[in-house]
């Protein structure tokens, strides 16, 4: 079994900056996919980023830029440090991992980020 811990969100004002952390921990394998995925209000969750324990990265067009995904030595802690944050980036934010090995999927509880004036 694998848990997930989030941190991290909160309400910040336009054009101003979050780090949201996700602590994984139990049966992780040394192979598997971190990432943040989010939903709004009315809408279909949808990625964010993510981050192999191979060390590559992904993200999507919405915040290439102004988002950053990273990980702790260890590679059992995954960040996402989000700049320059806009209105439409409100929406609760999840963490998910992906183990290999046998495959399995796990999700966080989620963090509300507000960007609000």
């Known amino acids: 079994q694998v848990q997930l811990v989030e941190s991290g969100g909160g309400l910040v004002q336009p054009g101003g900056s979050l780090r949201l952390s996700c602590a994984a921990s139990?049966?992780?394998?040394?192979?598997?996919?971190m990432g943040w995925y989010r939903q709004a209000p009315g809408k279909q969750r949808e990625l964010v980023a993510t981050?192999?324990?191979?060390?590559?990265?992904n993200y999507a067009d919405s915040v290439k830029g102004r988002f950053t995904i990273s990980r702790d030595n260890a590679k059992t802690t995954v960040y996402l440090q989000m700049n320059s944050l806009k209105f439409e980036d409100t929406a609760v934010y999840y963490c998910?991992?992906?183990?290999?090995?046998?495959?399995?999927?796990?999700w966080g509880q989620g963090t509300q980020v507000t960007v609000s004036s």
């Open positions: 998910k991992l992906t183990r290999y090995g046998p495959m399995k999927e796990y």
């Open positions: 139990g049966s992780i394998s040394s192979i598997n996919v």
């Open positions: 981050s192999t324990s191979y060390g590559s990265t």
